[in-house]
């Protein structure tokens, strides 16, 4: 019996004549002939042309090219030509916060890396590391605009002078702000409210934790985030929160990876989630609710644990898992101190709730540090709908809206509209216009963060410094400068800054120089916390109930990479695949199958080899938001759908304007779910998504070797058992059987990665650093559509499936024929993700196989093994064959179909002089016609070897970074030499969990994983 | 005609004679030692030297060039008048250095100098196009001598033929002749047919070959910089001005404050120095008069024109080469100290960096890097070359 694959669930569910057509549509050849009239070039046209052109080329490429030189005139005393400089700064733009680490080449930042020595805050996630091109961004504006007078290009000094405001009138004037930690930036608006009283500020986070920061306030008594420290934690149970994710946006994965490991007390992480989350993809076991049903997971699970400890229950309501609630209130009780739980709700009375029950469990000052809270959101909704009212009232002399685009993210647009006019006078401080600069008065250019001075304050205890690492660009200032103008003190900020650090938060002893090189500070001077405790049980169990109704079919609004949409013009991220979906350049409505089949709405693979999803419009009451494609997502709830933020930018650059839905509609009184949707479907031709990944399952084969806890306590080698082959001389193991002679590595260097299944997340910061390092291009979304990605490192996603190979072996094999599943029906069960599938993730980048079939197929030797382990790819050699590619079984190999610089079909940062100023200058930028592929970053291997040869050593293990373990904060890739017996590297290879990826296919790759193991004890 | 050779042979010598003489070594320690503080005529950082034989005692100028802080500190008035005269600025201590013969040689050229004979430079230039020409003018000579000797010979043979009533031909009638009987010659005519295919395809070839081949590429810079004068008379070392080569991937062309570190005190020169030193004051501001930086000034960036291009796939690292490798400047840049304007030496191809990976030794013994490595290769042979280590890898060049 032949066997038969199925590229996705639609396939399998029917025998549509359209998939067994070869063509879609048949090509119209008619009518391209027809359009070019003159098709008819004679013999004689042809071989002018040829002649032309090859006498053209000719001249051309005999020429000797002039090439200028120019060196400083006087050059800085630290750069020095060809040399990469690295400065620590800080990223703090209100939505994410990092203490980073930028490296500059000849005085232009090239790359942002997390800055390792803070030992706290430093994970420089994808948008951070993108934050770099918004530099770059020839969006950017360039001088300031007055819009009153229709005068564009206004000097700063113009703006200054004739200042149409008065601030010590006796109407307001508002600075309305992303959220900022700056103790500096505080002490300016202080001076600001003394010298004038009518200055107010107002925080505006774009998705708001308003109401965790006031449950805060309420519990401890100052308004922050709970700083959670899961490398403490033994037992996990998140309700929605996606903490791996976008949730606080804080690095919670570094210390959550810290307790995945196996052999040393792993954790356990219980998900309750509607959606399919990063989190609830990384946890050891999921429950799917809808985003109602939050409150009875809460209520009930506390009720459980205040009876064992004879505190007051609360009003609750029956849910599914009750019986599983139980199990996990009983654990939750044994490690007391050990855990925590943790629930994503804009609801106060909620995160009340789950302090207290934290509180009960012994968690605080344990696994939840009150001491160090985190200052990074400062949003209040309360203060801001004040304002909004204010402002129509006319109260408000003067609005200057810093890093705020209401006119994008907030729901309410005629509020806006209708009291922004009665504003007198409006300035917007702004990197580049935006959706609400059409409202505003005054449009000032604001310095990019590698532009500008500043500090912040994120945790209690720990200051930062942001430091300028280039000039400038544009006539531009910054906030801080802007203020001290307007408080009319004639000290620049940097001035300012540097004698407030002294005066107020160094020690007398410290050395200003010495914290700017290192870009943190811990101080011992603390805010002193008290736990406050003074929750209202009785209170709390009347209120918990109002806000939570249910109301049929849930929408829940979640934030994927693109944050908040303030990034969404930089094409790195559009073009970062959702670690989930696998889909780039698109928002979508995720829904279940089920209720996809209910709605009659389908997904379908198209003739093309590509994912077309049907288009809805969603409706509750007034609000209507038409066009959002679909996408049926295993594992989701099916009583709701879901829709992420940060799409449907409408005037954010080339790259980002239109693409998805913008999800902010929705966000009513910032609250990300709401019931009682209406789906609507259109009936427009289907929308194509660009995907790069359409298989959901692994299909029987041992690609991500899993294992449980359980089973690798009693056997290390579970789940990843010897392959052997069988040969003439019987079963061999794979090691030992190769056609071909093997490489000498027992002298230098034999490069090699490991890759910890257990500790990666999924999270993409890796891919990012990866695009960014060696100038990978980006192809957008017609060209992902072909399945023309660039990416030299993709992280595999799969799901499991209700069907396995044993499963559907011994119901074969079973006495009762009726149970025959037969081998057809077992491929399309076994592609079927499961109704809640488990979901693993997978880093894939070339493996730099020692018997490699790429070597070995090349016709122009273009690809060739080093002395060191590394599939070397020599671009120049390369005439574009593309057999290396197909002979790849890692399918890694990358061609370029185009020139992807200077080239208006492309038109993304490398068709832009602004845009190619971020290019590494150590990595080639590829022309058409040629493979590439994932190098491990030999340009830093090399550098490494260098630099140890200058100094006179051997090179130590550590001296090498590659891009993509850089950036990876949870430390789930481990670089080094395994010749070096003391590496880190040649440890993790002599581990039982690790193995090569395909390994029976006899490549023998120098990257390996390690088995991913999962913590399902007591509750599967 | 055997005495006319002679005084030929006699003026040759003389000449060479003369040369030599004018090789001074005073000239030569002078430019070493001195010029970059002092010039003859002009005031830098110390005075002018012009005279400077009459206004001192010999016995004093060999203490003072010896060791003048200890004759300042000994309360000598002389010497204490210059000291206070240059702002306090002692001059260097030449003791050890300098001998005696060395300074009185020094101011002997000083002396030889003042009567302002100097420019033996341009003198020799001058000769060397003149006897460009000469040998120009002798080829031409000589083939209009040969073709003279053809016609007398030939005229000589018709007459003896005709003497021996024999059939006279003309030249052309001959070669007409001859190429006709050839044209019939199928042999000849396809070998002849060879060779052209031959010809062309060597040329094409060669031609094909040297495409973005750019060796003794000598573009015109933007300043008239002489290497022979910097690197070769004054023997200022490469890394002086291109220090980065050993730090960096780039030899860097230095910036404009590296040259005024002498160029401050230094601003004539032998042929056209004034006008081109003045183009350095005229981009970073400087006003020579003044001596003093111009405040505010809209510096005008030199725009050299670069020479050495390697196209963008490949990754060449100048400190790997200088620093790690201990290779010479001159290895692959040629004898710069001699160049007055600097041209491309090398061809800059793929062969021939792998020629030299293949015979070049690396730094192996005195390189701690090379601890327990490649014990192999070291065994085998004493010479372990780039190749050894993967020095032909493609990816150690292009990635």
């Avoid at chain 1, 307790?259 to 356990?268: I, L, V, Y």
């Avoid at chain 1, 120089?513 to 011992?524: A, I, M, T």
């Avoid at chain 2, 008379?233 to 780039?250: L, P, Q, W």
Wanted: aromatic share 10%; glycine share 6%.
């Amino acid at each position: 019996m032949k066997k038969k694959y199925w590229k996705s669930i639609e396939q399998t569910k029917n025998n549509n004549l359209e998939l067994h057509k070869e063509f879609a549509d048949k090509i119209p050849i008619e009518k391209i002939i027809d359009n070019k009239n003159n098709f008819t070039a004679s013999r004689r046209d042809f071989l002018k042309l040829v002649g032309f052109s090859t006498v053209a080329a000719t001249i051309t490429s005999c020429e000797t090219p002039i090439t200028e030189s120019v060196p400083y005139l006087v050059k800085p005393e630290e750069i020095t030509p060809g040399n990469a400089n690295y400065y620590a700064t800080t990223f703090d733009d209100g939505y994410d916060f990092a203490s980073v680490l930028i490296k500059t080449r000849e005085g232009r930042p090239i790359k942002i890396d997390p800055n390792y020595e803070a030992r706290s805050l430093y994970d420089a996630n994808s948008r951070i590391q993108s934050s770099l091109l918004s530099l770059y961004d020839s969006y950017r504006l360039k001088s300031p605009v007055n819009q009153k007078s229709k005068e564009l290009n206004i000097s700063l000094e113009d703006y200054f002078r004739n200042l149409n405001f008065d601030l010590s009138s006796n109407k307001k004037t508002v600075f309305l702000t992303s959220s900022f930690t700056s103790p500096s930036l505080n002490n300016i608006i202080k001076d600001l409210k003394l010298k004038y009283p009518n200055f107010e500020i107002i925080f505006y986070d774009p998705i708001s934790y308003s109401g965790l920061l006031d449950s805060y306030d309420e519990m401890f008594g100052v308004r922050a985030l709970p700083n959670y420290r899961f490398e403490k934690a033994d037992f996990i149970i998140s309700i929605g929160a996606d903490f791996l994710g976008e949730w606080l946006n804080f690095d919670h994965s570094e210390g959550y990876a810290s307790k995945r490991d196996p052999d040393n007390k792993m954790s356990q992480h219980i998900h309750f989630e509607s959606n399919m989350s990063l989190s609830g993809s990384n946890a050891d076991k999921r429950y799917i609710i809808k985003p109602s049903e939050k409150v009875s997971v809460l209520t009930n699970l506390y009720n459980i644990i205040a009876k064992s400890f004879g505190e007051k229950q609360i009003n609750s309501q029956s849910c599914k898992y009750d019986a599983e609630i139980k199990l996990l209130a009983a654990k939750l009780i044994r490690s007391k101190g050990k855990s925590i739980v943790l629930i994503d709700s804009s609801d106060k009375n909620l995160q009340n709730l789950c302090f207290k029950l934290n509180m009960l469990l012994g968690n605080i000052n344990k696994t939840i540090n009150i001491a160090e809270p985190l200052f990074i959101k400062k949003g209040d909704d309360n203060k801001f709908n004040i304002l909004l009212n204010e402002m129509l009232e006319g109260k408000v002399e003067s609005l200057i809206i810093n890093d705020v685009n209401l006119f994008y993210n907030f729901y309410d647009q005629n509020k806006l509209k209708k009291s922004f006019k009665k504003v007198n006078v409006i300035t917007q401080l702004t990197l580049k216009e935006n959706e609400t600069s059409p409202f505003v008065n005054y449009i000032i250019p604001k310095n990019h963060f590698l532009e500008s001075w500043g500090d912040s304050n994120p945790k209690n205890g720990m200051y930062t410094l942001r430091q300028p690492v280039i000039n400038p660009l544009f006539d531009s200032i910054q906030v801080e400068d802007f203020l001290l103008k307007l408080l009319g003190n004639s000290k620049n900020y940097k001035d300012y800054l540097k004698s407030f650090w002294k005066k107020s938060i160094l020690q007398s002893t410290t050395n200003w120089n010495q914290v700017l090189h290192d870009g943190f500070y811990f101080s011992k001077q603390k805010l002193i916390i008290n736990i406050k405790n003074n929750l209202d049980i009785n209170y709390t169990s009347k209120n918990i109930w109002l806000n939570h109704s249910d109301g049929g079919l849930e929408l829940l609004l979640f934030a994927n990479h693109l944050g908040d949409g303030k990034m969404a013009n930089i094409p790195w991220l559009q073009e970062l695949p959702d670690p989930i979906n696998r889909t780039c350049w698109d928002n979508y409505l995720c829904i279940s199958k089920n209720l996809a089949d209910n709605l009659g709405l389908k997904n379908k693979i198209s003739a093309d080899g590509q994912l077309d999803g049907d288009i809805v419009t969603i409706k509750s009451g007034k609000l209507e938001l038409s066009n959002i494609p679909v996408f049926i997502q295993p594992g989701h709830s099916d009583d709701t759908v879901s829709l992420s933020f940060g799409y449907g930018r409408t005037k954010s650059g080339k790259s980002g304007d239109n693409v998805g839905v913008n999800a902010f509609i929705f966000y009513k009184n910032f609250i990300s779910e709401y019931s009682g949707i209406e789906i609507i479907k259109q009936e427009t031709s289907p929308h194509k998504f660009a995907s790069v990944q359409l298989a959901h399952t692994m299909m029987g084969r041992d690609i991500v070797k899993e294992a449980t806890l359980k089973e690798y306590k009693k056997d290390k080698f579970a789940g990843n058992h010897p392959e052997n082959l069988h040969t003439p001389e019987g079963m061999k193991h794979v090691e030992n059987i190769s056609l071909w002679k093997q490489h000498d590595y027992n002298d230098g260097h034999l490069w090699n990665l490991a890759i910890d299944l257990n500790k990666c997340t999924g999270c993409g910061a890796c891919v990012t650093a990866c695009h960014i390092e060696n100038n990978v291009p980006v192809v957008g979304k017609s060209e992902i559509r072909k399945h023309r990605d660039m990416h030299w490192l993709r992280i595999d996603r799969y799901y499991s499936s209700d069907m396995t190979m044993e499963k559907a072996e011994s119901l074969n094999e079973d006495d009762n024929p009726n149970n025959d599943i037969g081998l057809v029906k077992k491929y399309k069960l076994m592609e079927e993700p499961s109704q809640n599938p488990e979901v693993v993730f997978q880093p894939v980048m070339c493996q730099h196989c020692n018997n490699a079939p790429c070597e070995t197929v090349c016709p122009v030797a273009a690809t060739s093994h080093s002395k060191e382990g590394l599939n070397h790819m020599a671009y120049n050699r390369c005439v574009g064959t593309r057999y290396c590619a197909n002979n790849c079984p890692y399918k890694v190999r990358r061609f370029n179909w185009f020139n992807y610089k200077d080239n208006d079909d492309f038109d993304f940062n490398m068709n832009d002089d602004l845009g190619k100023l971020v290019l590494n200058p150590d990595v080639t930028v590829r022309a058409r016609g040629v493979m590439e592929k994932c190098s491990f970053c030999i340009q830093n291997i090399q550098k490494a070897k260098l630099d140890a040869k200058k100094e006179n050593r051997k090179v130590k293990d550590g001296d090498v970074k590659i891009a993509c373990e850089n950036a990876c904060t949870t430390g789930a890739m481990v670089f080094g030499d395994v010749n070096d017996k003391s590496s880190k590297v040649h440890k993790e290879k002599q581990h039982e969990r690790s193995y090569n990826l395909l390994a029976s296919v006899g490549t023998r790759p120098n990257v390996f994983y390690k088995t991913k193991i999962r913590n399902k004890k007591d509750v599967s | 005609m055997k005495h006319i050779l002679n005084i030929f042979l006699f003026l040759f010598f003389l000449h060479s004679i003369n040369l030599h003489a004018e090789d001074n070594q005073g000239e030569s320690l002078f430019k070493q030692h001195c010029a970059s503080c002092h010039g003859i005529n002009t005031k830098l950082i110390g005075p002018a030297l012009k005279d400077i034989h009459l206004k001192y005692d010999r016995d004093w100028l060999y203490n003072w060039i010896k060791n003048s802080p200890a004759m300042i500190n000994s309360g000598d008035e002389q010497a204490i008048a210059i000291y206070e005269e240059y702002n306090k600025s002692p001059m260097n201590v030449f003791e050890g250095i300098l001998s005696t013969e060395d300074i009185e040689k020094i101011l002997l050229y000083v002396e030889s100098s003042d009567s302002g004979q100097n420019n033996s430079s341009l003198g020799h230039q001058t000769g060397e196009e003149e006897n460009d020409n000469k040998s120009i003018m002798f080829l031409i000579m000589m083939i209009m001598i040969f073709g003279l000797l053809i016609f007398i010979l030939d005229n000589v043979k018709n007459t003896l033929k005709s003497v021996a009533k024999e059939e006279t031909e003309t030249i052309p009638q001959f070669l007409y002749k001859t190429s006709l009987m050839l044209s019939k010659n199928k042999k000849f005519l396809f070998m002849t047919f060879l060779l052209f295919i031959v010809l062309i395809t060597n040329a094409a070839w060669h031609g094909m070959s040297s495409v973005g081949v750019y060796d003794k590429y000598q573009p015109e810079q933007p300043i008239k910089f002489s290497h022979k004068i910097h690197a070769g008379d004054n023997g200022i070392d490469c890394n002086y001005c291109h220090h980065t080569a050993r730090e960096s991937k780039h030899a860097g062309i230095p910036s404009a404050n590296v040259c005024m570190n002498c160029h401050t005190f230094i601003n004539e020169g032998s042929i056209d120095g004034d006008k081109e030193i003045g183009k350095i004051y005229e981009a970073i501001g400087f006003d020579p008069v003044s001596r003093t930086y111009i405040e505010n000034y809209k510096t005008k960036p030199i725009k050299w024109i670069r020479i050495h291009n390697l196209p963008d796939l490949a990754y060449f690292n100048h400190s790997q080469h200088v620093n790690v490798g201990k290779l010479e400047c001159q290895t692959c840049h040629g004898p710069v100290e001699t160049m007055d304007e600097v041209y491309q030496f090398s061809d800059l191809t793929m062969g021939w960096c792998i020629d030299c990976h293949r015979t070049q030794d690396v730094q192996y013994d005195e390189n701690k890097y090379y601890e327990n490595h490649l014990t192999k290769i070291n065994n085998k042979s004493k010479h372990v070359h780039v190749e050894d280590i993967g020095g032909l890898e493609c990816g150690k060049c292009h990635y």
